[in-house]
């Protein structure tokens, strides 16, 4: 035969201790976050396999205490320690006591029969037959640790171990009926068989273990993974709730809001009625003035209940009142609503002239509250800087009502601009957030759009779109 | 009100314009907010009505129960729906049993269910506040022009029982037969009285009962005696 077996041996010992090291080195790291012991025992398996290995293959080189006794019992430990490791990974450790105990029996047992008879043939029997029955205890933890979680790795573990074992036994029993020596120190195919088992085992055990490492960590990802999915989810789920409650609140304020204000509504539209009522029937020109500020009077509470109702239908949805209606003579009665805050805030409105005739289906009221919104939003916005103007135009592009509001302001923000209009979303200290909000929602249900942009020359551009009616002859 | 209020008598100079104002019509406001109450106040003075206001529901029925004298004259009741202590639907429940009066509800708020309600238990109308002062002004004559009627009937009703009570047995039997569209000799046939007799009593339950012709003494007999 032209191999050595010591040679052979030595080279196994040594493969044994480089990759417990090299895999402590690459998983210890990985693993940074979760227990050791298992690994620890992997490795340490792994280092006294190695050891053992050696001293094997440095009988007669050695005194035999380190060659038979310690070879022997480091190997033993070897194989318990490795059966620990994947209880560990499988969760169902054995208790310490009990390894130790088994470790100190299995030495014990082993020395006093080296020391009490007289060949190897009882010791080696004896310890042959127990690396047998622990291999096959690692085939068995391997195997419920592949089906448990599914693992490749431990797949080629517990096959890795069945060839020892198998190894083993015939080993074992070759022995028994007399066909070799007990020592492994030949030069026969005996000899190359074992080493050759051993190669095996100790390259397809550690890549079984390495690859239980990886899915293990690729598990892990993933339940970390699933689990941020889930906190993402309870926290999205969470300002949806807020939300709602806030709107139901609104709804429920909304409602109470309505009830009260049209108490004090009433008794002015019925004082100022009655005050109408009161004044001469033909008109002098004493009375004309005080008439038309008593007309003024009625039609504006009018229409602040009018406003009441319609934010109650929006908390408690209902048909909206459409109607073909001109939108070029709307947008400046609108404006001169609005005219008096905007002075107060020195506010300049500029109504651009030349409007063309432009006809929407819509409702008044709702349309108008848009543009008070818009106009109320830029007045604000102007409050921090100089000049402060703002434009209004209107223009028919291809079928569409376009009405162009544009301030002189600082504009928005890149954090204001992604999102505004949300509900609720606010940059006032005392705004609710819902006033653009609910515009682009009746925008939406006029079957147009509101956007909010920067113009190219500074300033916030809001731009309402229509569906325009045909401009016919009436 | 009840049916037969004592008149109250004019005294002082301002108790006669109380009560051309009240023969117009008496409008009573039961509503909790007092600037509603004020306003409509206002409003009906100015139109030369008698108002009176009440600021609960409680409030109202004390008044009502003292049963105190009142000038003649129209009335209605003009009441909120939503007020603390009794709403306008409760008390409108308790006036059921002994009530003629026309009732007009208001409310702040469309509330369908309420109006339904309302309007089943037998409420004029049922009017969403801010209300317009034509149409509340309009639904009020409406009102009173309801009571009018309604007092116009209550006291022809309660002149002729009266009158019927002073009719005498005789008297009643011919009538009946007479509705009956018998002639003056079959009745005479019929109750074993000569038929001068007959045309006497005839006469004389004519003008007890103060009717002058046949039709419209078969149309009381008709309501009354059956």
Redesign the interface.
Known sequence: MIFDARTGFLSIGLLNLIIAVALWGVLSRQRANQPLTGLAFWCGGGLFVGVSTILFALRGVVPELLSFTAANVLMFVALAMRTQSLRLELGEPESYPRLLLGMLAFTVVYECLRQFTVDNQLPFHFAVLMFGFMSLRVVGWAWRLGRRQGSLGAFWIAGAYALLAITYVWRLSSVALGLVETTILTREINAFFLIFAALISVIFTNIGYLGIALEQSIRDKLAAAAAQARAEENQRLSEQLTQLDRQRCLGTMS?SL??EL??????????A??AL??LPRTPSDAAAPTRDMLDRIVHN??RA?QII?RI?GFIRPRTTQCEPLAFDQLVPEVVKLIAAEARAQRVTLILEPNAPPLRVMGDPIQLSQILINVLRNAIEALATVERRDIRIGLSDAGGRAILRVQDTGPGLTPETRARVGEPFFTTKATGLGMGLSLSQTIAEQHGGTLTITNAADGGALVELSLPALPVDAG | MPDNPRPRQIVTTSDQALAARCARGRILVIDD?A??L???G??FT??GYACETYSSAPAFLAVLHENRPQFPGPCCLLCDV?MPEMDGLELQRQLAQDENTPLILIS???GAEEAVTGLHAGALDFLI??????A?LAVVARALAVDRQGQLDRMRRANLTARLATLTERERAVLRRVAQGQTNYEISQDIAIAERTVKLYRQRAMEKLGVATLPELVRIVDEFIY
Do not use: M
Not at chain 1, 265 to 271: D, G, K
């Open positions: 409602a309505g009830h049209n108490q004090p509504l009433t008794a002015i539209l019925t004082n009625q009655t009522r009161s509470t009018q209940s109702e109650r | 907010d600037e509603i004020t306003a409509f206002f409003l100015l139109e939503s702040g708020s469309s506040k801010p209300i317009e002062t034509e509340l």
